[in-house]
């Protein structure tokens, strides 16, 4: 109402010079028109011409000094900017979308949608309607549509079409039951050579570290793998496929400790390291976090350092494929901890070559 009594008020101004100079009046609503059309190009040389409201009102408010016949070559409104802006008013008008976000099926929460990419991604051959069964035996009952629509816009095809699993998908499912082997070696302080043998589960990483010798026999080789498995037996799990490369210190002894209990030795190719990777890897740990930075004096100083740093390792030290969580730990993320009063305590290991880290109970 302000601005339609402020546009007659200006329009009457300006139609006073009108009734006593018509024609000089026309002549300089003209100049007025183009020197702002040309404040406009002005402002605009690098964009396409747009009028903002303001203007719009000047070229409105001046229209009425100038004879409609000498509108064309002065305004650059044609009648398709007419028709054009009184479609838009006439959509403003009728607009509804406001009122249309209340009505209907509530959208589906973030944290449901993210759930059910999840079960998606970790399961290939569930379809819709097996993942709304897992959502309703979680507490969340939903229609087996809206689970489509989830991996329908997410761009995950339906099972059974869906894509296979990954390779570190297939790789992970296969590792339970796979036990790497390989020796390695260390010097003493003065010189002497010690060999030590390490084996590495693949499903948890669990690293086992046998006592340190100077004399790696096939018969000391044998006696190893026969309290590795017995430490497995009681524990409960069982060996699907020990792998080891081709020294001669394997015997046929050595692998009969695994075939007795079902398992099939693998063998790596010859100068083949890769083959055995995570075990390299393992040594390579050992190494830089352990017996770089400890003197071994004698065989059993190295066999107290190997149990004191393989406690440690699968107790305490985080790993990625485990989600930051040691080897003996459940697979779980640990609750998250208020650090306010709280005392943090430090254990020293291998002499405070290594730290730990705990909050005091």
Known sequence: MIVSLLYRAVRGLLSLPELLLRREASVQ???????????????????PVRYEPADRFCFSALSSLIPRHRWARVFPVTPGTVL????????????YS???????????????????????AQNPRWGHRRIQGELARLGHPVASGT???????????????????????????QAEGIVAADFFHLDTALGQRLYA????????????????????????????????????????DRIRFPLRDRDTKYTASFDAVFTADDADVLLSAPRAPKMNAHCERVIGTVRREALDHVLITNTSHATKVLAEFGDHYNRHRPHRSRGQLPPDAP????????????????????????NEYRYAA
């Not at 054009?84 to 607009?95: E, G, P, S």
């Not at 997410?154 to 296979?164: E, F, L, S, T």
């Open 147 to 173: 689970v489509w629509n989830v991996l329908h816009a997410a761009g995950i095809d339906m099972a059974p079409r869906r894509h296979g699993p990954s390779w570190t998908q297939f790789l992970t499912a």
């Open 98 to 120: 406001a009122r249309r976000k209340c009505v209907g099926r509530p959208p589906s929460s973030a944290a449901l949608k993210k759930l059910v990419l999840r079960l998606a």
């Open 197 to 236: 043998m390490a084996f590495l589960e693949h499903g948890n990483r669990r690293l086992h570290l046998a006592p340190a010798t100077a004399h790696p026999t096939g018969q000391w080789a044998v006696q190893q793998a026969r309290e590795f498995t017995t430490t497995l037996a009681q524990r409960g």
């Open 29 to 47: 609503a003209e100049v007025l028109v183009l020197r702002h059309e040309n404040a406009v190009l002005r402002r605009q040389l690098t964009s």
């Open 84 to 95: 054009a802006r009184h479609r838009r008013l006439i959509a403003r008008k009728w607009d």
């Open 331 to 354: 697979q779980q993320t640990p609750p998250a901890i208020n650090i306010q009063n709280r005392r943090l305590l430090r254990t020293r290991v291998l002499g405070g070559a290594i």
